[in-house]
């Protein structure tokens, strides 16, 4: 099992940047496919982005191009950099395994961390 926690969230302007992280306990991590997902308000929650161990990455449509998925496996940690936010990626964004084929299931939810563009 592995544990996540996840940070960087805030208020930020139209056009705005900000940098998630998520840290993950557990030595086998960087085995990992790993993705960022979000939940905005009455949504389902939506995968956002994924990185493989061989760090290929995959975005959704609606953030192809602003959004950047990284990973340091010596940290234990992926990240997400969001440029040029909008308004319609106000939600709250959570990390867990890309593949639940791969890892029987999602792991346990983190807390998540809040994203709310605004002007």
């Known amino acids: 099992q592995v544990q996540l926690v996840e940070s960087g969230g805030g208020l930020v302007q139209p056009g705005g940047s900000l940098r998630l992280s998520c840290a993950a306990s557990?030595?086998?991590?960087?085995?990992?496919?790993i993705a960022w997902y979000r939940q905005a308000p009455g949504k389902q929650r939506e995968l956002v982005a994924a990185i493989t161990s061989g760090r290929s990455t995959n975005y959704a449509d609606s953030v192809k191009g602003r959004f950047t998925i990284s990973r340091d496996n010596a940290k234990n940690t992926v990240y997400l950099q969001m440029n040029d936010l909008k308004p319609e990626d106000t939600a709250v964004y959570y990390c867990?395994?890309?593949?639940?084929?791969?890892?029987?299931?999602?792991?346990?939810w983190g807390q998540g961390t809040q994203v709310t563009v605004s002007s």
């Open positions: 867990n395994t890309a593949r639940i084929a791969v890892t029987g299931g999602y792991w346990d």
């Open positions: 557990g030595r086998l991590f960087s085995i990992y496919d």
